[in-house]
């Protein structure tokens, strides 16, 4: 079962419903991604330890799934899941693959041609273009303050009929991405919150083949 959440959240792209109090700062979007654009241009890669919640809201489903995400422009994803279950999923553009350790078993596929590979994972290894891919606004609701997060609510520009969109949650001083939560229009999430982001010279490519997780 949660294998299936798993891969289902995976490729769904699953969303939260944010609570808490209006935002009471004022901030000018622009500058905002501006500043996470700076952060993000100068490095090809970087990793970050992730603990992803899971919520299926029809079948009222919740797992949750933790281990390291490693991120490689322009295209490549990788997440090795050490908890509850070890796996490896890699993304490739609009492919992707989910191996299982304990039974050696994997799934391959690719994301559907009708929904646009900005709404996955696939926004952080194009950061730069984020302000031409998506609407972005300030969400209109934030978690506790001591967050320290400044929340952005982003559309895809080309498949806004469709309901997806992206909640970032963008720490103040630094301008990384601490949370990422993918909705979709039935109400379910994916939310990601990263933690010991680190920005690498290089990643190598045993990290993004699959192969490697076998021996």
Not at 87 to 111: A, E, P, T
Not at 158 to 175: A, E, M
Not at 177 to 197: S, V
Request: charged fraction near 25%; aromatic fraction near 12%; charge should be positive.
């Amino acid at each position: 079962m949660k294998r299936k959440a798993f891969v289902k959240c995976f490729l769904v792209g699953l969303f939260v419903c944010m609570t808490g109090p209006a935002i009471a700062e004022k901030f000018d979007v622009h500058k905002v991604v501006g500043k996470i654009q700076d952060v993000y241009n100068p490095s090809c890669c970087f990793t970050a330890s992730f603990d992803q919640l899971t919520v299926n809201v029809a079948m009222d489903m919740r797992d949750r799934f933790q281990g390291q995400m490693y991120v490689r422009k322009p295209l490549d994803i990788a997440l090795d899941v050490i908890s509850p279950e070890r796996q490896k999923v890699v993304m490739k553009g609009r492919s992707y693959v989910v191996y299982f350790y304990d039974d050696g078993s994997q799934v391959n596929g690719d994301v559907p041609p009708e929904i646009n590979i900005e709404n996955f994972f696939g926004f952080f290894t194009n950061i730069s273009a984020l302000d031409k891919n998506f609407k972005i606004e300030l969400s209109p609701r934030q978690t506790e303050p001591e967050d320290k997060m400044i929340f952005l609510e982003l559309t895809n520009t080309s498949n806004s009929q469709l309901g997806f969109k992206i909640v970032l949650g963008v720490d103040k001083k630094r301008f990384t991405i601490n949370r990422a939560i993918i909705y979709d229009a039935l109400g379910n999430y994916n939310r990601f919150d990263l933690f010991n982001i680190t920005f690498l010279k290089s990643i190598p490519d045993s990290r993004f083949e699959i192969k490697s997780a076998r021996k």
